[in-house]
């Protein structure tokens, strides 16, 4: 069996975890995210890698405050249902955990997955940062399908 390796993402990831959120976002599961966005914000990305190749992607965002998102998650569709998404939230909350007592949240049709992960469910009006900023831009916004879940590190 091979050992998947999560690690935090370098700027030659970025067309990678751009092919991995493609299918997802066409599916409005994620926002789109381009290939420059990523490379910006790459230092907030951790991929799973199988055998040299990146399987799966996520990232956080900082909203200040001791608020954190987890967002952009994706497995490529091989890959799904092998414990690697839960491998990479609880890498970034590791690492998220690191800075504090910090609350940590994400925008999900998933909440089950989530809650495995000791999330718990709440409401989307708890962060009006989100909403703001991305939410606005979304193409679901006036039909959000999405549930909120929390995490207290």
Known sequence: MQKIQIRTAEKK???????ILVPYA??????????LEISRHIHNFC????NGRIIGCCAFR???????????LAVNSRNVGGGVGSKMVNFLKERISCLGRVHVFA????PGFFNRLGFRTVEKD???QKIWSDCSKCP?????DEEAVLIEL
């Open 107 to 110: 925008l999900t049709t998933s």
């Open 26 to 35: 066409k599916k409005k599961i994620v926002l789109p995210r381009d290939p």
């Open 126 to 128: 708890m962060f009006p």
């Open 47 to 50: 991929v799973a890698e199988k």
């Open 13 to 19: 990831d970025a067309d990678a975890i751009c092919g």
């Open 62 to 72: 900082d909203y200040g405050n001791s608020l954190f998102e987890i967002r952009s």
């Open 140 to 144: 679901k916004l006036d039909d959000c």
